[in-house]
């Protein structure tokens, strides 16, 4: 079975930094896009950022500029640096992977989820 598992949460200052990571395991074919969303309580899911396995990248509009998501293909593994921390970034960050499983199957999976707090 495939499982994601989060790291990195926690609480920071405004305008402070946090690494979140997010490794993925099991019997993986391949990578599709690994991406993080953001949910905030009384709020929907939301797309953070997202890289594909080629590379390209996608930010909202808040985070641009400020977040920086990266990828390390041999360790199935998506990093998201958060920069210039602010208190609207409050929520829990899912980790999303998109994975063949074999060459015919492609599934989206989900991280637990890593609370992330901003505040004074």
């Known amino acids: 079975q495939v499982q994601l598992v989060e790291s990195g949460g926690g609480l920071v200052q405004p305008g402070g930094s946090l690494r979140l990571s997010c490794a993925a395991s099991g019997s993986i074919f391949s990578i599709t896009a690994m991406g993080w969303y953001r949910q905030a309580p009384g709020k929907q899911r939301e797309l953070v950022a997202a890289?594909?396995?080629?590379?390209?990248?996608n930010y909202r509009d808040s985070v641009k500029g400020r977040f920086t998501i990266s990828r390390d293909n041999a360790k199935n593994t998506v990093y998201l640096q958060m920069n210039s921390l602010k208190p609207e970034d409050t929520a829990v960050y899912y980790c999303?992977?998109?994975?063949?499983?074999?060459?015919?199957?492609?599934?989206?999976?989900w991280g637990q989820g890593t609370q992330v707090t901003v505040s004074s």
């Open positions: 890289i594909t396995s080629g590379g390209s990248t």
């Open positions: 999303n992977a998109r994975l063949l499983l074999t060459p015919s199957y492609e599934y989206d999976y």
